[in-house]
């Protein structure tokens, strides 16, 4: 088998509660490379009120990848304030360019600083670490990726050491195509009481699968045997943005107003409105199933080694999640992270409004998955 089409020949799972031990996990091909990206100071960005402004950053790492992977399918999951992605060795240069624009976007229009490592899997197999993949159905057609093992999580040590061995060097010339993503939606407003970013490690040093079984079955049971009535993303409470506040945010994907691409991404944009907020009808499009669909195309729940969710709450059902992953902290079995907000954030990735061609990254509010890591990185330590 070509190990560059070894993701797309990989068989879906659709059971989110698989993830744990039935998925059809396979081991990534050694001539894979690992790339971890991140914001460095995403804390001090979030905490002064630019937490919007880290997710689009975070997301557009994916967005550049795809793009120069030509909307081909490749792991990669969404951290917040970056993501780690696989990639094939036939696409590798590609995205390698179009990964050191999306740094010297971050640094130019957002004064970010976008940190880029590289991580050979064959590395990481000579050191004795395992990293697996499985694909999770989100909708007929899309999927997200789940990785176990925890050689996403070397790499992501690897690469965040201070020596820089593993940074993505620079390319005399790069470019990064952001077509698809877009942050047009508001925040969308908690309708229970809260959204909770949550992230939950396992301390289980053989099979942790118990553990995540574990807390799957008792979140299911919170949320009345339905974990996905947790997601964030309702229709009833979502709102469009102004054409104003979206042009004022796509501009900085672009090196001059008056570029052709800025051009054309404008007349989108009053489309949208027209459509989205406005309500105009547009023949052979339904703006109301499109949007009934974002929240079956979002990745509000995942696993890379750590499972990550981003859910919906009322006061009793955050307070009973608390407790029990305080218990089972107590126990010394997880450590864990949690962040609250009264809204949750989406960053959309729509290569077309058909199914199964848009994805929408989801976050808590306010900081959401990168303050949870404070928390997480806290337990860990001690």
């Known amino acids: 088998m070509d190990s560059n089409n070894f993701y797309e020949e990989l068989t879906a799972f659709s059971n989110f509660r698989e993830v744990t031990g039935e998925a059809p996990f396979k081991p990534l091909p050694p001539d894979w490379k690992v790339v971890v990206v991140d914001i460095q100071g995403s804390t001090q960005a979030i905490e002064s009120g630019r937490y919007k402004d880290v997710n689009i950053v975070g997301a557009a790492a994916i967005a550049a990848a795809q793009n120069a992977m030509d909307k081909r399918d490749f792991p990669f999951v969404f951290g917040g304030d970056g993501a780690t992605l696989a990639i094939p060795p036939a696409s590798f240069e590609k995205v390698a360019a179009a990964l050191d624009g999306v740094r010297d976007l971050a640094r130019k229009k957002f004064r970010m600083t976008l940190r880029v490592g590289v991580v050979e899997v064959a590395e990481l197999l000579a050191e004795g ?167 079956g195309h979002s990745d509000f729940r995942k696993f890379d080694d750590i499972l990550r969710m981003v859910v919906d709450c009322s006061p009793e059902q955050a307070a009973a999640i608390r407790a029990f992953l305080s218990e089972l902290q107590a126990k010394g079995e997880i450590c864990f992270g949690i962040h609250e907000s009264p809204m949750a954030l989406m960053t959309c990735f729509v290569y077309s409004v058909d199914d199964g061609k848009h994805i929408h990254f989801i976050d808590g509010g306010n900081g959401g998955y990168a303050m949870a890591a404070k928390q997480l990185k806290a337990q860990l330590k001690s």
């Open 129 to 295: 670490a395992t990293i697996e993949v499985a694909k999770f159905e989100l909708f007929e057609g899309k999927t997200i990726a789940s990785f176990r093992g925890g050689g996403a999580s070397v790499a992501e040590h690897k690469v965040k050491g201070e020596s820089g061995r593993y940074a993505l060097p620079e390319r005399p010339k790069h470019h990064c195509d952001l077509s698809g993503l877009s942050c047009r939606w508001k925040p969308i407003p908690s309708q229970r009481g809260s959204i909770l970013s949550i992230l939950i490690a396992a301390r289980a040093t053989s099979d942790s699968k118990p553990v995540y079984d574990a807390i799957l079955k008792r979140f299911d049971a919170i949320f009345n045997g339905d974990l996905f009535s947790a997601n964030p993303v309702h229709l009833s409470t979502m709102e469009y943005q102004s054409v104003w506040q979206n042009l004022k945010s796509e501009i900085r994907y672009h090196a001059s107003a008056f570029s052709s691409e800025f051009l054309s991404r404008a007349i989108g944009i009053i489309l949208s409105v027209l459509i989205f907020k406005w309500k105009a009808p547009i023949a052979s499009f339904d703006p109301k199933k499109y949007a009934e669909s974002m929240s």
